[in-house]
């Protein structure tokens, strides 16, 4: 609970911050010594040894081409940067109608690509208890990556997460975010499935 009021706090500077970070900025794998930032000291992003970062920018994936959604047409760009032991991960969408002012819904890394008409090809959503054989698993913000959108009455929606775990890539179990009808509820359920967003 704490971690993600702070996640949530944190995303504008997160997203101000990745931009500055000598290994996102370059070509994506350069050195550094992470020593760079005496004006931005304390600044938590500072004390995370980012190894590379998985980005994607574009329109969403339609996953219902029949009904018109919020989502439909909206251009999102998501960051999901990977540490030593942790990852953030950053969402941001626009382009929303002004009808959809307030709508809020879940999103989460998914599995599975994102294929127009086959929401469910995008699978269950990436869990690294799943991923690791960890028993029980639990479904949850520290084993799923989770983001909570409200759209603003500009039409933009945004959130960001920080797990303790290191998301993988693409190809390797995270392949998707998928935008869902509704908030996520405590067991991780968010409704049905409304946009995609690839990370492969
Ligand atoms: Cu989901």
Not at 79 to 86: E, F, M, N, S
Not at 96 to 111: C, I, K
Not at 152 to 164: E, K, L, M, Q, R
Request: charged content about 25%.
């Amino acid at each position: 609970m704490k971690r993600h009021a702070w996640a949530a706090a944190g995303l504008g500077a997160l997203v101000s911050t990745l931009a500055f970070t000598p290994a996102l900025a370059g070509s994506g794998h350069g050195e550094h010594d992470g020593h760079d930032g005496h004006d931005r000291a304390g600044h938590w992003p500072q004390e995370i040894d980012f190894k590379d970062a998985t980005r994607f920018t574009g329109e969403v994936t339609d996953l219902d081409t029949s009904t018109d959604a919020p989502t439909d047409g909206v251009e999102a760009t998501a960051i999901i940067a990977r540490g030593v032991d942790g990852s953030i991960a950053g969402l941001k969408l626009r382009g929303f109608e002004e009808e959809a002012s307030g709508t809020q819904f879940g999103a989460h890394v998914h599995t599975g690509p994102c294929v127009e008409d086959e929401p469910e090809t995008a699978g269950p959503h990436y869990n690294h208890d799943v991923a690791t054989g960890r028993e029980p698993v639990r479904v949850d913000r520290s084993t799923e990556v989770w983001f909570d959108l409200v759209v603003s009455d500009g039409g933009t929606a945004g959130d960001g997460a920080i797990v303790p775990f290191v998301v993988p890539e693409p190809q390797d179990g995270a392949a998707s975010i998928v935008l869902h009808e509704e908030p996520t509820d405590h067991d991780g359920e968010a409704g049905g499935r409304s946009a995609c967003i690839p990370l492969d």
